[in-house]
Every structure is written in C-alpha cells, then in structure tokens.
T-cell receptor, first 111, second 115 residues
Framework: GQQVMQIPQYQHVQEGEDFTTYCNSSTTLSNIQWYKQRPGGHPVFLIQLVKSGEVKKQKRLTFQFGEAKKNSSLHITATQTTDVGTYFCAGSGSNDYKLSFGAGTTVTVRA | EAQVTQNPRYLITVTGKKLTVTCSQNMNHEYMSWYRQDPGLGLRQIYYSMNVEVTDKGDVPEGYKVSRKEKRNFPLILESPSPNQTSLYFC??????????????FGPGTRLTVT
C-alpha cells in the first residue's frame, strides 16, 4: 500500500504569517483528504481533492493536489490562533479501501 | 445529532486481560474503521469494514480483532493486550467507498494504557 509522508512535523508561526505543509505519497493516489485535530480532540475533515492539479480554497486555507496525484499541500495565509492544531493528510489508492495518513504537521502560533 | 460514539473513553488495564472497545454510529454509514494514534506516527489504520460481516486488515492489524454483526456497531477486541498497544484509538465511519475512501467521521477517541 501507499506510504504518506508529511513535512514539516512542527511549524511554529508568528500570528499573521503564512505557512505551508506538504504531503507526499510513494504511489499515485485516487484522492487526498485533509483533517485538522485540535489539542485533545479528534480529527475533523476539512476537504477532499480528487482531480490532478486540483486547487480548492476555504477562506484562508488553500489546498492543492499535484499533477501526478502523488503530492499535496496546504497553505494557510495570515495565521490566527484558531489555526492551532495538527493537520493530517490522508490518501487511498485506486480500488484500495485502506486510508493512509501522514504523521501530521503540528502548528503552534505566537501571538 | 449525527455522531460516532466510543466507550470507554479512558481505560487502564493489565497485560493479558481481554478487553473490548465499542464503537457505534447513527449515520447509517456502511464503512467503519479503527485507527491508533501514536506520537510522531500519525493515524494508522488497524481494521476496516465495508459492510456487515465484511472486514479487512489495515496497516497494523496484529494483536487486534474486530467484528461487524450490525451496521451501526464495530467493536475492537484486544484478546491479550500488551504494553505496546498503549495508544489513543479512534473509530471512524463514512459512506461506502466506490472509487476511493470518503471523508471519515471520527469518534472522540479512547485512551488505552496497558501496564
């Protein structure tokens, strides 16, 4: 099955700055999902990308799926304290009903 | 309210004492799954189920059992727990995959400690 890697593991951001977290798969994915987990909470679905080169935006969050469908990124602009948490990417292969998660990027924000 | 529930939320047990963590969803989802979360490793899938009586191994199934006798319930069984199964466990559900796995709805988690 696919292996999904995420970098960086930690991201310390000044409030108001932008940052990007990256997700790379060892194999081609059918789709990529992104989740956010607040400290002490459970993962909550943010978005799903399925098309090669797809870009989706949610307010200050921009998600991108690579042309080869092996990588993805999440870019957050003007970081706020509400962005604190761990962001996970997850993907599954074609006709593969396992879901593989990256190790996550834990974001802390300096006010 | 649409939700996934897990019980217990916290459990401390001893090596070798069989335990079951229950999971139930009220969204009529066909697909259910168990994950364990460990620091630095993210979420790793233990088992998943496409429907009643249909289960399959995820990436880390060793030491775990599951059953799916009803659509809404998907219990996780540790027949003989060991300290390396100390972890945070999440149950999740979604619509049944067609071409890919759909968005997962997660339960609140069960923190298990095996001494």
């Amino acid at each position: 099955g696919q292996q999904v890697m995420q970098i960086p593991q930690y991201q310390h951001v000044q409030e108001g700055e932008d940052f990007t977290t990256y997700c790379n798969s060892s194999t081609t994915l059918s789709n990529i999902q992104w989740y956010k987990q607040r400290p002490g909470g459970h993962p909550v679905f943010l978005i799903q990308l399925v098309k090669s080169g797809e870009v989706k935006k949610q307010k200050r969050l921009t998600f991108q799926f690579g042309e080869a469908k092996k990588n993805s990124s999440l870019h957050i602009t003007a970081t706020q304290t509400t962005d604190v948490g761990t962001y996970f990417c997850a993907g599954s292969g074609s006709n593969d009903y396992k879901l593989s998660f990256g190790a996550g990027t834990t974001v802390t924000v300096r006010a | 309210e649409a939700q996934v529930t897990q019980n217990p939320r916290y459990l401390i047990t001893v090596t070798g004492k069989k335990l079951t963590v229950t999971c139930s969803q009220n969204m009529n989802h066909e697909y259910m799954s168990w994950y364990r979360q460990d620091p630095g490793l993210g979420l790793r899938q233990i088992y998943y189920s496409m429907n009643v009586e249909v289960t399959d191994k995820g990436d880390v199934p060793e030491g775990y059992k599951v059953s799916r006798k009803e659509k809404r319930n998907f219990p996780l069984i540790l027949e003989s727990p060991s300290p390396n199964q100390t972890s945070l466990y999440f149950c999740a559900s979604s619509l049944v995959p067609v071409e890919w796995v759909y968005e997962q709805y997660f339960g609140p988690g069960t923190r298990l400690t095996v001494t």
